[in-house]
């Protein structure tokens, strides 16, 4: 029931109450159907309100470049915007099956380490925290790679790449490694509790910026306890050495690979060097 057919039916009691003054038992029924309304009709406004103060702290927030989303307790995505896809690098066909900690690159998690125990957000009973870890980037991975194989083909780029290097300080290998790799973020989560309500959910239904999911492992139209997020992607990377990065599974795998292709461009190209990027 929307708000214009409750605002229907309380007009149409008023006017049945007003006609028949004279029969008492009726006259409370009305009153009673009509104090239900009401009820009812509050709870709706109250509800577009949370919703409409809710999508205006996302848009505020995406301003700031921070990317809002809900996750449940097993860290999974209830609601995601674009802009949270877009840091995360989410593949939308994908999201009902993807949870926060598998994003999370095994150098972090290795760091993290009790925060993320038994992958349980927020534990010892607190309500609000602010974490900093990297998750894998294959935009960073290919663009290094293009970045790689251009200055590999263009004769007067190498000279300049050469000449700046000579005049360059040293670039320290953990951030190369970060660099090609990795992408530094900072994520807060706060614990609340959230109703999904029907009204919201059909708001949303057309949204191509902000996408619901995995809404059956929540209960429909009551509190559910849910984290939200506020991402935030680094200017810096975070601070690991050569030995931590280089222990990662991912980074080790792909470094062979990074060092196969730059032998391969060297013998294409005769005066080509181990380029950095």
């Not at 009820?39 to 927030?61: C, D, G, H, M, V």
């Not at 999904?196 to 059956?216: A, G, Y």
């Amino acid at each position: 029931m929307n708000e214009i057919e409750i605002n229907t039916l309380i007009n149409l009691t008023q006017q049945i109450k007003e006609s028949i003054t004279d029969d008492k038992q009726r006259v409370e029924i009305l009153n009673e159907t009509n104090s239900i309304l009401q009820a009812i009709l509050q709870e709706k406004r109250n509800a577009n309100s949370n919703t409409n103060n809710f999508l205006n702290y996302i848009q505020q927030s995406n301003q700031n470049n921070i990317g809002i989303a809900i996750l449940n307790n097993n860290g999974q995505f209830i609601l995601t915007d674009q802009l949270t896809r877009n840091i995360l690098e989410l593949n939308i066909l994908k999201l009902e099956s993807v949870n926060i900690f598998s994003l999370i690159s095994k150098v972090s998690l290795n760091k993290l380490g009790e925060q993320f125990k038994d992958c349980c957000l927020l534990q010892n009973g607190n309500l609000k925290q602010t974490f900093q870890f990297t998750i894998y980037s294959k935009r960073n991975k290919q663009k290094s790679i293009q970045y790689l194989k251009q200055i590999a083909k263009d004769k007067e780029k190498r000279k300049q790449k050469k000449s700046t290097s000579k005049n360059a300080e040293h670039i320290q290998q953990e951030l190369i490694l970060m660099a090609k790799y990795l992408k530094s973020l900072q994520i807060t989560i706060q614990k609340t509790n959230l109703e999904l309500h029907d009204d919201f959910i059909e708001s949303l239904k057309d949204s191509n910026d902000i996408l619901l999911h995995n809404l059956t492992s929540l209960i429909p139209n009551k509190l559910n306890q849910v984290a939200v997020c506020e991402i935030f992607e680094l200017d810096q990377h975070i601070n690991y050495n050569v030995e931590d990065l280089l222990s990662d599974p991912y980074i080790k795998k792909n470094e062979v690979k990074w060092i196969k292709l730059v032998k391969k461009l060297s013998s294409q190209y005769q005066t080509y060097e181990d380029y950095i990027v």
